[in-house]
């Protein structure tokens, strides 16, 4: 029988598999080769969700329940993992309450599920620098210490593998942490998957540059597949970034089934049953709205594994989710009833600061404000006569004082317990500034002690003096020389991200210690306590005495700017603005601001609302006593 062509060569195929066969490898070569083989695999076929259930691991550091991840803990978070995973989809939006766990499962969760199986370039936004280096040493380095699927990945300890805190390497890809206030950072390289966390805490620009998460996105373009995750708990309704993307989403709602009837329905505040008079005895409960049932948490939760998101806009392409604590499993019922009606007590009051935060992170809704000014005739007609110029809820005096070109206009203010304030006297000292008669004047009222009833005289414990303008060495000379008096110069800085009270600089040519103002801090400051209509921690006092100097143009003044919606870098913020451009007499508005400011800068002991944590004074820069040279 004739052999096929080339038969040979087949027996001796054969032959040298057979003495392969008895190969023998060293143990570090058959490791290596099994390495190379594993890097050839293509990625297993997980959804975010599965992926997590199978290998992510959570650390005691950061958790309240360490060890392995289950999606089940917290059923609605699934759909919105296995979004950020889905191929088909670029945009994902998380608009929620606080205790949700978003950022474990939107954030992390996603930067393990890439580093190891989806390998590309990544940035994660954080809103400040700050934030980034903690959200870095905090929670992601404890994730891929304690994930196994993670080890090996990043080499932080090496010099070659070129990792920083904010900067990560691994096979494939680099991960980029920075700080939305940080315009360099969020330019340069490309990136493909952008997991920005807690979108409405962003200034309106960073620096000069415009939108921080516009500059970010225009890092994407040259990626056809990009990825950008977008979670916050939202604040006010006017800026809100995470509503406007909400808005322009599918808008799904958490769903529960009735654990009576079935019927699936989101949980609404309206539908909460306690009983406020009988609390918290009573418990709480939820209606549904399908068959009028009440029924406690423990059944209601126990349906949320067969809980599902319901689109409002099944049609849009951005996939948008919201839901409120009461969908949550990782916190009770009770404690957000609890916080409600303490918010309701103090709304009650005025003060709209507890009910804002609750509808902030327990409804996961923003903020609506109540109204954008006060009216100067309601301030004027609470007016009331004082049995001394000082009342005796006062503890201490603060004072502000604003320059103009020929004059000073000055407020005293007296604080007592919870801040609550008493106008003692607006005073304008006329003269020509370039003279110093008109510094002494200054100087001798500010140097003035008020009378109590009982005849004990107070000296004013801290002033801060407006040093813009036009003799703003001259300001600062006046306050160097009396600095052990508290008498201190600020200069204002506008904008709703910066903070109202900065710590005080040395950049001038007097070398005095000014401090930096958020001036829209403080007005918001100002505009809630003027808005609390009943008598007790943060009212505020004015005194009806015609010598107080309390006019009615005073009032008018007090009341003379509004907050606006304007456009900045293509954001929407909000501005204080001149209700009428024709007055512009807002002087009593900027004083009692800064009047706020000395009492905050100071912080003195006494001020606390029982039961509240004693306030620490700020620490303020001492200077040497020196003479004083009674003007300038």
């Not at 205790?99 to 393990?112: A, E, V």
């Not at 703003?472 to 009396?482: G, H, I, M, Q």
């Not at 609390?532 to 143009?553: M, R, S, W």
Request: with cysteine; proline share 7%.
């Amino acid at each position: 029988m004739r052999k096929q062509p080339f038969a040979h060569l087949a027996d001796v195929s054969k032959r040298t598999v057979a003495s392969m066969a008895t190969i023998r490898l060293e143990p570090q070569t058959e490791a290596l080769f099994r390495r190379m083989l594993d890097s050839l695999k293509p990625p297993p076929d997980l959804t975010l969700s599965q992926w997590a259930d199978r290998y992510r691991k959570l650390s005691p550091e950061a958790s309240a329940a360490p060890g392995q991840w289950h999606t089940d803990n917290a059923p609605y978070q699934r759909g919105v993992m296995d979004a950020i995973s889905d191929p088909h989809v670029r945009q994902v939006v998380f608009m929620g309450c606080a205790q949700t766990g978003k950022t474990d499962g939107f954030i992390l969760n996603p930067i393990g599920y890439y580093m190891k199986y989806r390998p590309a370039p990544m940035m994660v936004i954080q809103p400040t620098v700050n934030l980034g280096e903690s959200f870095s040493k905090d929670r992601l380095a404890t994730m891929i210490r304690d994930t196994p699927a993670l080890h090996g990945l990043v080499d932080d300890k090496s010099r070659r593998g070129g990792c920083t805190i904010m900067k990560k390497n691994f096979p494939g890809g680099q991960l980029q942490i920075v700080g939305a206030n940080a315009p360099t950072d969020l330019r340069g390289r490309p990136i493909k998957i952008l997991l920005a966390d807690e979108v409405d805490a962003y200034p309106p620009s960073a620096g000069k540059e415009g939108d921080p998460l516009k500059l970010a996105e225009k890092r994407q373009t040259t990626f056809w597949d990009r990825k950008t995750v977008m979670t916050s708990t939202p604040t006010n309704k006017a800026t809100s970034r995470i509503l406007d993307e909400y808005e322009l989403s599918t808008q799904e709602e958490w769903n529960v089934p009735c654990p009576n009837c079935g019927f699936l329905q989101p949980f609404v505040w309206e539908n909460v049953v306690y009983d406020r008079e009988n609390w918290p005895a009573g418990g709480v409960q939820y209606r549904c709205v399908e068959c009028g049932c009440v029924d406690n948490e423990y059944r209601w939760k126990r349906n949320s594994t067969k809980g599902q998101w319901v689109a409002a806009h099944p049609e849009r392409k951005v996939r948008g989710f919201h839901m409120n604590t009461f969908g949550s499993t990782l916190c009770g019922w009770q404690g957000i009833v609890q916080r409600f009606i303490e918010a309701d007590e103090d709304e009650k009051r005025g003060d709209y600061q507890k009910m804002k935060v609750w509808v902030n992170t327990d409804l996961g809704l923003p903020w609506e404000e109540k109204g954008e000014s006060m009216e100067a005739n309601a301030l004027f007609a609470r007016r009331e006569y004082y049995e001394a110029e000082v009342p005796d809820g006062v503890i201490y005096l603060t004072c502000g004082v604003d320059t103009q070109d020929n004059r000073f206009e000055a407020e005293v203010v007296g604080w007592g317990i919870g801040k609550e304030s008493w106008g003692i006297r607006y005073q304008k000292i006329y003269g020509d500034l370039k003279r110093g008669q008109i510094w002494a004047d200054l100087d001798a009222f500010l140097a003035k002690k008020w009378k109590k009833k009982d005849g004990t005289e107070m000296p004013i414990f801290a002033t801060c003096i407006d040093s813009q303008g036009h003799f703003t060495n001259e300001v600062l000379r006046f306050c160097k020389e009396r600095a052990d008096r508290r008498i201190w110069p600020i200069k204002g800085r506008g904008g709703a991200d910066v903070e109202f009270i900065r710590n005080p600089t040395r950049n001038n040519r007097v070398k005095a210690d000014q401090f930096i103002l958020g001036v829209d801090a403080g007005k918001n400051m100002v505009l809630d306590r003027l808005r609390i209509v009943l008598k007790g921690p943060g009212y505020c006092h004015f005194p009806a005495a015609e010598d107080a100097g309390y006019t009615e143009n005073y009032f008018a003044g007090l009341t003379a700017e509004h907050k606006v919606i304007r456009y900045k870098n293509g954001r929407r913020v909000e501005v204080w603005e001149l209700k009428d451009p024709k007055f512009k007499r807002n002087e009593p508005f900027d004083i009692r601001d800064y009047a706020l400011a000395a009492i905050e800068i100071t912080r003195p002991p006494g001020l606390e609302v029982p039961g509240e944590e004693p306030q620490h004074p700020q620490p303020v820069p001492q200077r040497g006593r020196r003479k004083l040279s009674g003007g300038i």
